[in-house]
Each structure stands twice: as structure tokens, then as C-alpha cells.
């Protein structure tokens, strides 16, 4: 992940994400990070920021956003975000939820009795 401040290159603010990144994309809508991929940089001169058109994977929508909304992981999100985690971003500090735990050792039902 190329994961660097914008800089001025001259005529363009240069952008710190390119297309096909995965990351972390807060949605306008609830405030929420979500897991998303990077689908189009949209970069603008200055003093205009970078822009960036996601899609958060689990759930296939897609939003315009910036990169104060936008994070390579979640150490990266601010501290006070932390209970903003959507139920599927992946939490180092976190062991996997029940739910993970039940399908994780789940075994397929075998029908033994065809009759």
C-alpha cells in the first residue's frame, strides 16, 4: 500500500492510495469504518484534496471520500473511532467473535439414513 502524505508536485496535489488498495473507509452516512478497496483517485490541484471512489467489499456500495477517511488498517484509525468498527473489520486486539468461532468448527450434517 503506498501510504504517504499528499504532497504538492507542482500543479497537482499527489494522491497516497492507488487504485486496487485495500484499506479501511469511514461512510458518511453512520460514521462507521468499513473494509473497503480503492476503485478510482481522483486528484485535484491545490488547495483541493485528493479524492477517492471506494467500494466497501461487504457490502458492494461505493462513496466518494477523502483521506481523513481512510486508513491502511485499524491501528491507523484515531483511538476515539475504535467502537466505530464495522462487525467485519478484522480487530488485532480482538479474538474472533462467537459466531466465527461456531462457523469455524461447524461440520457439514451428513444424512446416514436415506430410507
Known amino acids: 500500500i503506498k501510504v504517504e502524505k499528499e504532497s504538492y508536485d507542482g500543479k497537482k496535489m499527489v494522491s ?32 483541493g484534496p485528493v479524492q477517492y471512489l471506494v467500494t466497501f467489499t ?13 486508513a491502511a488498517n485499524v491501528e491507523a484509525i484515531p483511538g ?19 459466531v466465527m468461532i461456531e462457523e469455524m468448527t461447524r461440520k457439514p450434517l451428513v444424512r446416514t439414513n436415506l430410507d
Open 58 to 70: 461487504d457490502y458492494g456500495n461505493s462513496e466518494i471520500v477523502c483521506d481523513d477517511d481512510m
Open 16 to 47: 497516497k492510495w492507488m487504485v486496487g488498495n485495500d484499506c479501511l473507509a469511514r461512510w458518511v452516512e453512520d460514521g462507521r469504518w468499513y473494509n473497503a478497496i480503492v476503485d478510482t483517485v481522483f486528484e485535484s490541484s491545490p488547495p
Open 80 to 98: 476515539d473511532q475504535m467502537d466505530k468498527l464495522d462487525e467485519n473489520v478484522e480487530r488485532p486486539d480482538l479474538p474472533p467473535t462467537a
